[in-house]
């Protein structure tokens, strides 16, 4: 499993402040620093970042924004930590570049032009619809990531992704934005050419149109998260035909879209309730509000 390190001193930073007593304390916090993509010669985009893994970054972003086609073949990624830099090189010219360029400067802003490549990109792909969802699957992933190492246990502040097989967490990736640690693993499958049918893909936020476009621009079928859902992110899961599984905590789960992929082979009687450490003392709809 490629998984976070909660101990790189790259990734975190100590505060000095005081508690609810007045009394000083140290407290853990994660970093935030921008990187600045380019696709050949052609800026895209600056992020915020913990600054980990940002050629995943980089070919993930740009994948999930359709800016990258499955026919393009990179040729280089260069990454300069002191300008905070990555460029991203293909074979060929993109059919994005000239595109982003002419709209750049009619109107200064490409997010119209982006949106409408993604959704083009999001209609044309279709998802594996042999795949399957085993709830004994689901609780030993939940349980595996929820006990994981990670930035957000030692620090918090920070959103998680993992990319699964069956009951195996593979790549558990971890962001300031929870966009960013999905482009990670969307830019980790593309650099490994790792097949999606059968993969199943956890997020600790909320299941937004955005998180569900991303999953399904990296072609995969079942997405699970311990958070709620947004009207317009169910719209898109149903009309992708995309398993969208919320609300993961404990025995617990809501399926609002391709529940027919689930099997439900697990006893409920064995399956352990979420560690206490791991919930809010809140009511549900503020416990989701926190996420």
Request: with cysteine; net charge negative.
């Amino acid at each position: 499993m490629i998984k976070p390190d909660p101990d790189d001193p790259r990734l975190s930073a100590t505060v000095t402040g005081i508690d609810q007593t007045g009394t000083p304390i140290d407290v853990r916090v994660v970093t935030e620093r921008p990187l600045t993509l380019y696709l050949n010669s052609q800026e895209i985009v600056t992020m915020m970042t913990i600054g980990d893994h940002p050629d995943l970054l980089a070919v993930g972003y740009l994948r999930n924004q359709n800016m990258l086609r499955p026919d393009d073949r990179i040729t280089g990624i260069d990454y300069d930590d002191e300008l905070s830099v990555v460029v991203v090189r293909t074979e060929r010219a993109t059919d994005y570049e000239d595109k982003l360029r002419k709209k750049v400067r009619t109107s200064g802003c490409a997010q119209g032009t982006i949106f409408g490549d993604v959704m083009a990109g999001f209609d044309s792909i279709r998802l594996a619809q042999d795949a399957e969802l085993r709830t004994s699957w689901l609780y030993a992933l939940t349980k595996a990531i929820n006990l994981t190492p990670s930035l957000y246990l030692a620090a918090g502040a920070i959103h998680g992704s993992v990319l699964c097989r069956r009951d195996r967490p593979l790549v558990y990736m971890e962001d300031v934005g929870r966009h960013n640690a999905v482009d990670k693993i969307a830019g980790w499958m593309w650099l490994n050419d790792v097949s999606a049918d059968d993969k199943i893909f956890y997020t600790t936020g909320r299941l937004t149109s955005e998180m569900v476009i991303k999953t399904v621009m990296m072609g995969i079928p079942i997405l699970i998260s311990r958070s709620g859902f947004t009207a317009w992110g169910v719209e898109l899961a149903r009309r992708a035909g995309l398993t969208l599984v919320g609300r993961a905590r404990g025995r617990r789960f809501a399926a609002v879209a391709g529940a027919e992929r689930i099997v439900f082979d697990a006893d409920l009687e064995s399956v352990e309730e979420e560690p206490s450490r791991l919930r809010r003392k809140s009511s549900p709809g503020r416990e989701e509000a926190a996420e």
